[in-house]
């Protein structure tokens, strides 16, 4: 399934990631987002370097086909107010009926609610796109995506070395 136009959750959208949101995107980013949290290691150090922004671009153009494209995933920007404030993902897990969701906020969009209303809206995609159940990968540290996670429902099972899977089945899906 193709992102579609843009499915609300209070004042919070999901919106497709065309040319003009992917540079409203990138500018957020780069303003108002650690470069590690958007992207992952391109090159040493931990600045937003040229590369990092040509692999942000690069990543979000190639997600354009939706879940049933090649890649198998979708990103949509994450919109407060009518701002660009973050994005969101769902990446199928191969031969399952699940898929992977990712998450990345503004620093100014954070502890307002964004985060929990853009995964509400997020699920929301993942239901229409038929998908069984959802995960999500964070640490044992990040204790506000914890929360938001337990608080929509997730089951969080620490693993590893501080890591936190958690998992959510999704009922009534499409």
């Known amino acids: 399934m193709t992102p579609g136009p843009g499915r609300a959750s209070d004042d919070v959208r999901l919106v497709a ?6 540079e409203r995107m990138v500018r957020v980013a780069r303003a108002d987002a650690s470069a590690n949290e958007v992207t992952p290691p391109v090159g040493p150090g931990e600045e937003w370097t040229a590369d990092r922004v040509a692999w942000l671009r690069t990543f979000h153009r190639s997600r354009r086909d939706g879940l049933d494209g ?3 995933e979708a990103t949509w920007a994450v919109l407060a107010d009518d701002a660009v404030v973050g994005a969101v993902r769902l990446k199928r897990v191969p031969d399952t009926s699940s898929a992977e969701v990712g998450i990345w906020l503004a620093r100014t969009a954070r502890s307002r609610g964004v985060g929990r209303r853009a995964l509400r809206a997020l699920l929301a995609e993942a239901r229409a796109s038929g998908l069984a159940r959802v995960r999500a990968d964070t640490t044992a540290a990040n204790v506000a995506a914890l929360a938001v996670l337990r ?3 997730f089951v969080c ?3 590893g070395d501080g ?3 958690a998992w959510l089945a999704l009922e009534g899906r499409a």
């Open 70 to 72: 090649a890649i198998a």
């Open 163 to 165: 890591g936190v899977i």
């Open 151 to 153: 608080g929509l429902g």
């Open 17 to 22: 990631v065309d040319e003009d949101v992917l």
């Open 157 to 159: 099972t620490p693993v």
